[in-house]
């Protein structure tokens, strides 16, 4: 298993949080990801007795859980992403324009690159030409058409510090940076 983390999850469990890292398809959309990722929170629930989590994602991880907090409104007390392109990558979108060829050898090579992953985690479910439509930025759109989270598909410092879905009140942060190339 890659230590994407580089020993966070260690560092945060030696100061006493109760820690459980998501296992999800490296290369994939945010449904199959999310999917996922909401059948690991509720082993979480079921295992701890705990009757919430507490999400904090990265990247295309702040998607899943979104995804999650939407279709699991009572298990989600907080979503926190670090880097996560809310409203598209422009990376995303250059990697469109790509003709198709190179494309399809580019995503068939991270296809594998995923695979091979997989083998060690067992997710074998990848498929980066999903994760590229849904990076750009019309994909990111219809997301945040159909899954709306207050305060992390707009500008920052625009939306709410947290929102009530059917009841249940869910805190939101977010954190980024910005660099020059």
């Known amino acids: 298993l890659v230590d994407y983390f580089y020993g966070m999850p260690a560092d945060l469990r030696s ?11 490296a290369f994939n959309d945010t449904y199959v990801r999310g999917e996922q990722l909401a059948a690991q929170v509720r082993t979480v ?3 701890t007795g705990a009757k919430k989590v507490n999400l904090i994602a990265h990247s295309q991880g702040g998607f899943d859980s979104r995804y999650v907090a939407t279709i699991m409104p009572g298990a989600i007390a907080s979503i926190t992403t670090i880097n996560t392109p809310h409203r598209g990558s422009q990376f995303a979108d250059f990697l469109k324009e790509v003709p198709e060829g190179p494309k399809a ?6 296809d594998i690159i995923g695979k091979i992953m997989g083998w060690f985690n067992g997710k074998d479910n990848q498929d980066s030409a999903k994760l590229l439509e849904f ?3 019309d994909g990111a759109n219809r997301f ?4 709306p989270t207050a305060g992390l598909n ?3 410092g625009a939306g709410a510090s947290s929102e009530t879905r059917q009841g249940n009140v869910q805190y939101l942060y977010s954190w980024t940076g910005k660099g020059n190339f």
């Open 15 to 25: 100061r006493g949080a109760n820690l459980y890292v998501a296992d999800l398809s």
């Open 45 to 47: 629930l079921a295992t």
């Open 105 to 110: 050898i580019a995503t068939s090579t991270v």
């Open 135 to 137: 990076l750009a930025g």
């Open 144 to 147: 945040n058409a159909a899954y």
């Open 154 to 156: 707009g500008s920052c």
